[in-house]
């Protein structure tokens, strides 16, 4: 099932034991929260499943501040239930750098997270094996960064 919102599509696909989220345009605050509080609402989400976050077709529009508050409401949220690998896919140096200190607040013994840059040679292929989808895995047509 893909959720839909003007600025991100969300689709979980328990068969790989994966969510997937595709951002678009300016990326604030109150997206990143939304989309928080909607994925985590959804029947089939689970915290041990892994997750893809393509943040190639946006820009990030959020402070310092911004991300101390949404690293508290998914610190909050993160109940540890098991393990579980993020892989973020990113367009730009600013975008690589929000991600980590986000990453850094709310690292838990129960995630590890990678940053994939679209503009290196074989960041596709990395994300996914990272995720363990395997090379055969279709990605859902959120997913179409390259």
């Known amino acids: 099932m893909i959720l839909k919102n003007t600025r991100f599509e969300l689709q979980i696909d328990t068969s790989v034991n994966c969510f997937f989220v595709k951002h ?7 997206i990143l929260a939304a989309a928080n509080k909607i994925l985590t609402a959804h029947e089939n989400f689970r915290w041990d499943l892994n997750r893809l976050i393509d943040m190639t077709e ?7 501040e911004d991300i101390r508050k949404l690293s508290k409401i ?6 540890p239930t098991g393990q579980y690998r993020g ?12 991600i980590r200190i986000f990453n850094a607040m709310v690292s838990s013994a129960a995630n590890d997270y990678q940053i994939f840059d679209i503009r290196t040679p074989g960041a596709k292929e990395k994300a996914l094996s990272w995720l363990e989808l395997g ?12």
């Open 135 to 146: 090379e055969n895995y279709k990605l859902p047509e959120v997913m179409n960064f390259s």
């Open 58 to 64: 946006c820009s990030t529009n959020i402070s310092t």
């Open 87 to 98: 892989a973020y896919v990113v367009g730009n140096a600013l975008d690589h750098g929000i």
């Open 24 to 30: 678009y345009g300016a990326v604030t605050f109150d």
């Open 74 to 79: 998914v610190a909050a949220r993160d109940v």
